[in-house]
């Protein structure tokens, strides 16, 4: 089946610029969404590629490299709030919305 | 709009028991997924529905079942329930059928217990 893999923590310290990566099974791969998650809230999404290179929103930018099989996440301008967990998600084909979780990044933003 | 709904939000059962989870999508939304979120095994899919059909279905025991009324409300049931089903389970809506990858909006999930 599909799996995605995640680094499973991440520090960085308030108002950095920190990367989190991505990498994801090919096999009817279609696109990679990116969902933010508060301890005890539920995900929210943030970002989706379905083409090669950057997207842009705000201080968040997701960006997808379809030969590398890989994607990431940047966060610039960190601030305290974007403590959280961030998970990469990929569709696949094969079904209409058949969507893959990655294991999900814990981010600790520091003073 | 109001957002997705999930009912109960707490639930506390016994092994062996069944339970019923409920999600209200966004007015408008057709097609709901649900999700079954654990500290070890982070958020597996566990099946989708769109028009009173499921269309997709994870890796989970017959014991997972699904469902979908015409008002795209959507129940899902766990019967015999075993100690390894505690977990947050996440109800997401999204607004058609056949953009993949299409955005999806979560519900605050169902916190389930089993003892």
């Known amino acids: 089946g599909q799996s995605l893999e995640q680094p499973s923590e991440v520090t960085a310290v308030e108002g950095a610029i920190v990367q989190i990566n991505c990498t994801y099974q090919?096999?009817?791969?279609?696109?990679l969404s990116w969902y933010q998650q508060h301890d005890g809230g539920a995900p929210t999404f943030l970002s989706y590629?379905?083409?090669?290179g950057l997207e842009e929103t705000g201080r968040f930018s997701s960006f997808l490299s379809r030969s590398d099989s890989y994607g990431y996440l940047l966060l610039q301008e960190l601030q305290m709030k974007d403590s959280a967990s961030y998970f990469c998600?990929?569709?696949?084909?094969?079904?209409?919305?058949?969507?893959?979780f990655g294991t999900g990044t814990k981010l600790q933003v520091i003073p | 709009k109001a957002g997705v709904t999930q009912t109960p939000r707490y639930l506390i059962k016994t092994r062996g028991q069944q339970v019923t989870l409920s999600c209200s999508p966004i007015?408008?939304?057709?097609?709901v997924s649900w999700y079954q979120q654990t500290p070890g095994q982070g958020l597996q899919f566990l099946f989708e529905?769109?028009?009173?059909?499921?269309?997709n279905k994870g890796n989970f025991p017959g014991r997972f079942s699904g469902r979908q009324f015409s008002n795209s409300r959507s129940e899902m049931n766990v019967s015999t329930l075993e100690l390894g089903d505690s977990a947050l389970y996440l109800c997401?809506?999204?607004?058609?059928?056949?953009?993949?990858?299409?955005?999806?909006?979560f519900g605050p999930g169902t916190r389930l217990l089993v003892l």
């Open positions: 997401a809506s999204s607004l058609t059928s056949g953009e993949r990858g299409e955005t999806q909006y």
């Open positions: 529905y769109f028009s009173e059909t499921q269309r």
């Open positions: 998600a990929g569709a696949y084909s094969g079904g209409y919305q058949k969507v893959t």
């Open positions: 590629n379905a083409l090669d």
């Open positions: 007015s408008g939304h057709r097609s």
């Open positions: 090919t096999s009817g791969f279609y696109g």
